[in-house]
């Protein structure tokens, strides 16, 4: 089965989840061109990478010609990346460096005050401005930062500008969130869940620590 990578929505890191499943290097980073690219004399037709891909830029087809098909539909269409991830998820992107009600930045330098020492719980978001699933996860991250502002502190941390505390917490895939209590991680959660699905998250969090 032939492969393809949209471009609208691919985000053209070198980490790319694609990149490791596939078993046959089918699906590499172009330095040159910058991009991921697929290389389908290569292909298994193994289906892997489509599944692992967050954004949904890999995308698998039965045939040559279905392939190219998609590839007029791609050339000839007019949505754009947002539209296809609030497609994909149900949800508007939106910018994961926008700061909003009970919200505030950390990094390498101000973590241990912000996050370590707080007397209220924290829940940190480790994201990159690359990272589709971490635009999706922003405007629900910064709803419920407003919901449970005075019971839980809402933090961000982009792991482009700090790469050793998210090295020191274990993080292998953003986003992920950490909630803290008292200096120590509680629960951690992974990907861009969906509003109800992180506010239940939360108040078991709160319950947990006895915060509720």
């Not at 120590?184 to 006895?210: C, F, H, Q, S």
Request: hydrophobic letters at 40%.
């Amino acid at each position: 089965m032939p492969v393809l990578i949209d471009q609208r929505v691919c985000d053209n890191s070198p980490g790319c989840s694609a990149i490791r499943v596939c078993p046959k290097d089918a699906i590499i980073y172009d330095r040159k061109a910058g991009k991921i690219i697929a290389d389908n004399s290569r292909c298994t037709s193994c289906g892997i990478c489509q599944r692992v891909c967050p954004a949904g830029a890999v995308k698998v087809y039965p045939t040559e010609a279905a392939l190219e098909a998609a590839k007029t539909e791609i050339e000839g269409s007019n949505l754009t990346a947002d539209d296809l991830l609030e497609q994909r998820y149900g949800v508007r992107p939106g910018d994961p460096n926008e700061l909003g009600t009970n919200m505030v930045h950390v990094d390498c330098g101000n973590f241990a005050d912000e996050v370590l020492k707080s007397d209220l719980p924290v829940v940190v978001d480790f994201w990159a401005s690359w990272c589709a699933p971490c635009r999706i996860l922003a405007p629900t991250f910064k709803d419920l930062a407003a919901e449970f502002d005075g019971q839980l502190r809402f933090a961000k941390l982009d792991t482009e500008e700090c790469q050793q505390v998210p090295a020191e917490f274990g993080i292998m895939s953003i986003p992920t969130m950490l909630f803290f209590h008292k200096g120590r991680i509680v629960e951690r959660a992974v990907g861009a869940l969906p509003k109800d699905a992180l506010r239940t998250k939360i108040k078991n969090v709160m319950t947990k620590v006895g915060a509720a």
